[in-house]
């Protein structure tokens, strides 16, 4: 009994740590809210080896963008990031279609299609997102906390601009959080080691 006790609470609290991990995550490097009229949202695609709709990943990653527009604003862009995709098309074209066919989104759309990593999504979507007063990334919150951590070392003025998305609900998919932590954790340090080495570079 005590065996199966001592299983039970280590697995109650791995869950509980991967709740605190994503939920964190998803606040760093943002603000809750800013006075603004007009956002973009950035959702990031995830590889769809195959097939020619978004895989089960990319399809949560843009109901999450969807669920971050703010109704309130005059405006909201969803922007559309990726360049691997399927078979008729890029990330940002699978994303782009489950969002309109699939989930009804009727607003504006732009795509990003030429990006192959977390660099170049961030890179590549800044000339789309510079006339918003604020900005929110989408992803896996581990994913988006990196890619605001790109934005403002590329873009430190339109980090200035980034709000939280609604990318973490409490208990969402939690068998798969603290799994999905460990791998955020550790892209997360070897992006920053990544920047440390630029910026040793550029001063040198």
């Not at 940002?92 to 009727?106: D, I, K, Q």
């Not at 988006?144 to 969402?172: C, I, M, S």
């Not at 799994?179 to 920047?195: K, P, Y």
């Amino acid at each position: 009994m005590r065996r199966a006790t001592r299983v039970i609470l280590g697995l109650c609290g791995l869950a509980v740590w991967g709740e605190f991990v994503h939920w964190r995550a998803s606040r760093a490097h943002t603000y809750e809210r800013l006075p603004a009229r007009s956002e973009a949202v950035v959702v990031l695609g995830y590889r769809n080896i195959r097939g020619d709709r978004a895989n089960a990943m990319n399809r949560w990653r843009v109901r999450a963008a969807l669920r971050s527009i703010d109704p309130a604003l005059a405006s909201s862009i969803l922007i559309c990031s990726g360049g691997n995709g399927g078979a008729s098309g890029s990330e940002a074209v699978l994303l782009a279609r489950y969002a309109v066919s699939e989930c009804g989104f009727t607003g504006p759309v732009q795509l990003e299609e030429e990006s192959r990593s977390t660099w170049q999504n961030v890179e590549n979507v800044i000339p789309l997102i510079e006339h918003a007063d604020q900005i929110k990334i989408v992803s896996n919150p581990l994913h988006a906390q990196k890619a605001r951590l790109y934005l403002r070392h590329q873009r430190p003025d339109l980090a200035e601009r980034l709000v939280r998305a609604a990318d973490y609900r409490f208990g969402e998919a939690w068998p798969l959080k603290p799994l999905l932590a460990l791998h955020g954790l550790r892209a997360i340090a070897r992006g920053r080691r990544s920047l440390a080495r630029m910026r040793r570079q550029q001063g040198s």
